[in-house]
């Protein structure tokens, strides 16, 4: 294991509450933990994996100590902790001030403030985890909907790790085959026939590009699926908003352009998380305010998957057709739909093919359809994730390793020198080799640890 400073920070989040966990991990922690510590016994004679009982106070015997909190304190000593070092949990009271104090008195014994992710860091740099299970850990922290935090556990757990394992050693096999029919190469001796050979590449290509692919997938799993509403002014959009989310969030008016900024709130449906983004109405205007709501609107809407045209039906069936028409020609990625509000408003409702769905906000009626169409649109737009929140990073090097492997498959078939295959091959093992951090510098640690929050 390696050895570094002791560091402490805050593990649960600041603010009233009725229990906070200061973190106190790395060399000389039971050390620097005892001289805050009182208790029957001291810290450093303590088991790992026991809790003991004490109050934490600030100070010295010879200047005169202050009492801060009576606090439990967890032991894990190294190797079998988190970080793989001597860690100290202190179980205090929530609030603002308890752990501050702590924190205070922890630092002036000898810890320095942990930087963000250095726990988690740790752990990966003691081999406790892999950087794919470090990337679960903030993808778990973060998960806004329960089949991406299904999908995080499962990658903290070592099932990314695995199927990384399997495909390396596909590799490395191929590799091994390879080299050695170079060392025999005057005697002409073929380990691997390079029909079969091409036929193993294009299989671990496919498996890298499937992967890659899921990254779409896994980032509405993570983030949520958009929906953005639209319309004409009055059409009802704030009025949905409301039905929708149960409960008053939009300021509703018969005054057009009431709505100047966006509004974004999380829908939970099923299990998936839907992110409702209520627009400014589009029009034309005069209004500077207003102008710049609106444009705000457009830039929001090219982060959405779906948009809901509201048109009001009083107006007539067809009243929003332009604005319909000119959405779909300006956001071709996105999924345009059309959705019939204020049927409450008319004295009959004929079935149309024009609208998604034909509801009423005061009412209620359509809401539990829409939500049901929301529901499915979701889930079948996370469908194609796999079991782990593949990400930015990992896209790019699966790609990457995909395009490295198409090489060495072509360069196969063509029956060039074995030394250009098992090039490419290695290529493909350095860029799979930074998925799991088994290759990586400090670039690659700060571009993935520096996105946690302090204390993990």
């Known amino acids: 294991m390696l050895v570094f400073d002791a560091i402490c920070a805050l593990a649960t989040p600041p603010g009233v509450a009725g ?70 949990e202190f179980g205090c009271h929530g609030g603002t001030i308890v752990y501050q104090e702590i924190l205070e008195a922890l630092i002036a014994a000898g810890a320095r403030p942990a930087a963000p992710g250095e726990f988690t860091k740790r752990a990966f740099l003691n081999q406790k985890i892999d950087l794919t299970q470090a990337e679960a850990v903030g993808d778990l922290i973060h998960a806004v909907s329960q089949q991406g935090s299904h999908a995080a556990a499962r990658q903290l757990m070592g099932g990314f790790t695995r199927r990384l394992a399997e495909l390396r050693e596909k590799l490395l096999e191929l590799c091994g085959l390879l080299e050695l029919e170079l060392d025999f190469s005057q005697e002409d001796i073929e380990l691997i026939d390079k029909g079969v050979l091409a036929e193993r590449i294009e299989e671990t290509r496919g498996f890298c590009l499937e992967l890659a692919q899921s990254f779409k997938s896994a980032e509405i799993a993570r983030t949520g699926y958009s929906v953005g509403i639209v319309g004409y002014p009055n059409a009802g959009k704030s009025s949905l908003l409301n039905a929708l989310l149960d409960r008053k969030r939009a300021i509703v008016s018969a005054t057009p352009g009431t709505t100047r900024d966006y509004i974004e709130e999380m829908l939970h449906l099923d299990g998936a998380a839907v992110r409702l983004i209520d627009t400014a109405g589009f029009r034309e205007s005069d209004d500077t305010i207003e102008v710049e709501g609106i444009e705000l609107a457009v830039e929001l809407l090219r982060q959405c998957h779906l948009i809901l045209v509201l048109n009001d039906i009083s107006e007539g069936k067809n009243h929003s057709a332009p604005l319909l028409a000119s959405l779909r020609a300006q956001f071709g990625d996105a999924d345009v739909e059309l959705v019939q509000t204020k049927i409450d408003t008319v004295s009959t409702v004929e079935a149309s093919n024009d609208g998604l769905l034909q509801l009423s906000s005061q009412t209620g009626a359509g809401i539990r359809e829409l939500k049901q169409f929301l529901a499915t649109k979701a889930a079948s737009a996370s469908g194609a994730m796999q079991d782990t929140l593949i990400n930015a990073r990992q ?26 295959t098992a090039i490419d091959l290695r290529t493909a093992l350095k860029n799979i080799g930074e998925i799991t951090g088994a290759v990586w510098n400090d670039d690659i640690l700060n571009a993935v640890f520096g996105k946690f929050c302090i204390g993990k």
């Open 19 to 88: 229990l906070a966990i200061v973190r106190l991990s790395g060399n000389g922690a039971f050390d620097i933990a005892d001289k805050c510590f009182r208790g029957k016994h001291p810290l450093s004679e303590a088991k790992s994996h026991t809790i003991l009982f004490g109050t934490f106070v600030y100070g010295d015997s010879h200047n005169g100590e202050t009492p801060i909190d009576q606090v439990t304190a967890f032991i894990y000593k190294a190797p079998h902790s988190y970080t793989g070092e001597d860690t100290v």
């Open 395 to 420: 896209a790019a090097l699966l790609t990457q390793a995909a395009e490295s492997l198409a090489k060495a498959r072509e360069a196969a078939l063509a029956g060039e020198s074995n030394e250009f």
